[in-house]
């Protein structure tokens, strides 16, 4: 059983973070933030896929005034995304947003970023550190000559006392390189050094293939330690992808429950039905299924019956054919060109019998 770090909780938004509060999964935006009505239109998928806070790139004076008006829409709770100029940071707050993301390296001067807290202070709203491999100060970098992991961690500490020294404690903190090594380090060095809640991920982790992989690796190592209040994982790729990836995780690793989890065996020459197309169909019907069903799709019977008996609904197949169990009881037996319909009617009056609103079509 995974022990999660003891944290202090903050809120963005109406969301809790840290303390008992359960880790939640973040995304942001790709769109351009001038253009509200696109932004809010992926900001409406994402919460469908699953995001429960989104975070949006402020970059210049128009971005800005259009956080205002997103704000006003959005399903989720927003987080603006602030490097540079700390006027940004000012007139998000003013416009709204729930969290700020700074990378406090970047703001420059110190009387800049006491402004910056003052404001969120006073508005109550909390702020994200984000120390980042690529954009520590240039002391630190002299000081160790690469960004290590230790850099890392001096920066973040430097960063939390200055907002501890101005009696600002409603942060959480994120230290991410775009390597599993030096990430798991940072944050390992630094949970053991403060209680604030951590934002976890691999920053800049790639495509949605490698991405994905080095993201799996990296986050599930800290959240198996107990390690991570809220989780993203970056992708070149669509967000809403990063949040079904970030859902795979939480769920492989028991820490929450959301969406189909299916059970299928990889294949091997003692298959009797074309298994990887039914699976793959069945996946794309279940794709915006809420509810945790457990469901076990099995080529052959060396597994199979085990497989399929213990999930809420199972296939197990042989020659042709294939035995439908629900809850460990067989339903019927089907011909291969009948197991996915039949498979999805037995999955629909499951769902209709525990009152969940949804039909699979």
Known sequence: MITRRKTRKIYVGSVPIGGDAPISV?????????????TLSQIFRLKEA??????????????????????????LPVIADIHF??????????????CLRINPGNIGDKEKLKTIIKSAKNKEISIRIG?????????????????????????ALNNIKFFEDMDFRDIKISIKAS????????????????????????????????????????????????????IRVSLTSNPEEE??????????????????????????SRLEVNLIPIVSEIERRLANLDYPLHLAIMGCVVNGPGEASEAEIGLACGKGVGLI????????????????????????????EKTIDFKIL
């Open 243 to 268: 949040v079904k990836v970030a859902w795979e995780i939480l769920k492989s690793l028991g820490l929450r429950k959301r969406g189909v989890e299916i059970v299928s065996c990889p294949t091997c």
């Open 131 to 155: 120390i980042n491999s690529g954009s520590l100060e240039k002391h630190i970098l002299k000081k160790y000559g690469a960004t290590t992991a230790e850099a890392m961690v001096e920066s």
């Open 325 to 352: 169990y629900r809850k460990g009881e067989i339903q019927k037996k089907v011909k291969e060109d009948e197991m996915i319909d039949e498979l999805i009617k037995t999955i629909n009056i499951y769902l209709k």
């Open 50 to 75: 699953g995001c429960e806070i989104v975070r949006v790139s402020v970059p210049d004076k128009e971005s800005v005034r259009a956080l205002k008006e997103i704000k006003k829409e959005s399903p």
């Open 179 to 230: 390597d599993v090594e030096r990430t798991v380090k940072a944050y390992r060095l630094l949970g053991e050094k403060v209680d604030y809640p951590f934002h976890v991920g691999i920053t800049e982790a790639g495509t949605y293939f490698s991405g994905t992989i080095k993201s799996s690796i990296g986050i599930g190592i800290l959240l198996y330690e107990g390690i991570g209040d809220t």
């Open 85 to 98: 100029n700390h006027r940004l940071a000012l007139e998000s707050i003013e416009n709204g947003a729930d």
């Open 26 to 38: 973040q995304s942001m935006t790709k769109t351009d933030t001038r253009n509200v009505k696109e």
